[in-house]
């Protein structure tokens, strides 16, 4: 390590396209006091245990203001918290009532059947390249993608889709920290306070209009849902929505951007998964392990004194949890900083675990599936035009910001 804190080098973007040796000199210490107020936790039984621990608390109004200024990131003060952000009762309420219209046991198939559909989107954006030999495949594909299956998902009209990539275009930008002149910034985070006021307005009445003549989606199941704890309220609505559409989106962006980096940087692998489309889901699993789109969960709180890995964190501090570093814990993955897509009992960190397990998980999962296999099915040699490419300057959801491919043409 360098003189500055573990932690302000894991922030630095001069390490973002590759944290992993910062991470790897962490995990000499399991849990690390940094001097700028969190401690830092780095290994993979030590962070699995902490998202299990129910003395760690999720809930925003717990953190304190040093770390949550440390991201530059501001909260949304019109909407209520998420469940994300909150501890049980109100997370399970939220969670539950959240979870009915998306998933088991309520709603089994909403994701599965999807498939068809969401084929189809990506069948449409690679038909799109066919009379071109490059591309950005982050502006071309990894973004539009994800966020035209928020949209399906929630049941936004097709017309309205472009508005809504519009403000994820907007919103994702504010979730890297903000430079240049302090009236730039101010001018950046204006434009964001406008697009979550614009996209909060637009679901809200988006979900009376599903209340009043509902659809099969997911905005209208959740505007018509009476589970056991009631219901949700309007403004619960439109921040779930929101959350659907900002953390799910980023994160899937990423992972499919990085898969495909990785995919270009062992060309063994595209063959292999080209021909074998078997293989792509052991394949997403190591990759969400090797390089996952959340490198870690900087907003939790010690409710008391917490004795871990040798070191007691106290009361009312900060935890980051590193995933990403759990991931490549040598002492839970052998040989971790290969890629090995036929890697066995690979029990990931990357959609956490316990009460706050990743929400849209199944979905992230049949997205990177479909997108990577077809990618590697239909472009014709394609190549990294630049490596490393330039990243995001976020350091929680890492991946480029722009990833050039070159091609010789688009298979049917």
């Not at 988006?206 to 003549?213: C, D, K, V, Y």
């Not at 052991?282 to 004795?307: C, Y």
Request: glycine residues 6%; negative net charge; contains cysteine.
């Amino acid at each position: 390590m360098t003189s500055a804190s573990p932690l302000r080098q894991i922030l630095d973007p001069a390490h973002r396209a590759n944290p992993y040796p910062l991470y790897a000199e962490l995990r000499k210490t399991p849990v690390v006091p940094d001097e700028t107020g969190p401690y830092l936790v780095s290994t993979y039984w030590e962070v699995q245990e902490l998202l299990h621990d129910p003395r760690v608390s999720s809930d925003v109004r717990n953190l304190n203001p040093e770390a949550a200024a440390l991201l530059g990131q501001e909260e949304d003060p019109n909407l209520p918290p998420t469940f994300l952000r909150l501890d049980p009762p109100e997370h399970d309420r939220l969670r539950d009532l959240a979870m009915r219209p998306f998933g088991p046991p309520h709603t089994p198939r909403r994701v599965s059947e999807m498939r068809g559909e969401l084929a189809g989107i990506v069948t449409h954006l690679i038909d799109d390249f066919r009379d071109r030999d490059h591309i950005d495949l982050v502006d071309s594909f990894a973004y539009p993608f994800p966020v035209t299956v928020i949209c399906r998902l929630l049941g936004v009209p097709r017309e309205d889709e472009p508005r809504f990539h519009v403000w994820a275009d907007t919103l994702a930008a504010g979730l890297d920290p903000v430079q240049g002149t302090p009236e730039e910034r101010e001018a950046q985070l204006r434009n964001v306070r406008r697009a979550r006021a614009d996209l909060a307005a637009y679901l809200a009445g988006l979900i009376e209009e599903r209340r009043r003549a509902p659809r099969d989606d997911m905005l209208s199941a959740m505007a018509a849902d009476h589970g056991p704890d009631g219901r949700l309220s309007p403004l619960e609505m439109v921040s779930t929505a929101a959350l659907l559409l900002i953390a799910g989106h980023e994160t899937t962006v990423n992972l499919i951007t990085n898969g495909m980096l990785t995919l270009l940087r062992n060309p063994d692998l595209l063959p292999r998964l080209r021909d074998q489309p078997s293989l792509a889901a052991p394949f997403i699993e190591e990759l969400l392990r090797f390089d996952p789109p959340v490198q870690f969960l900087p907003q939790r709180t010690a409710l008391t004194d917490i004795d871990i890995a040798g070191t007691t964190i106290p009361k009312g501090a900060s935890l980051w949890l590193l995933l990403a570093s759990g991931n490549r814990d040598p002492h839970r993955f052998p040989d971790p900083d290969r890629f090995l897509p036929d890697r066995p009992d690979n029990q990931h960190l990357s959609f956490g675990s316990g009460i706050h397990t990743c929400f849209g998980a199944p979905l992230a999962r049949l997205e990177a599936q479909l997108a990577l296999t077809e990618l590697a099915r239909r472009l014709d040699n394609p190549r990294l035009a630049e490596d490393p490419p330039p990243y995001r300057r976020n350091a929680v959801l890492r991946g480029p910001r722009h990833l050039p491919l070159t091609f010789e043409g688009v298979r049917e």
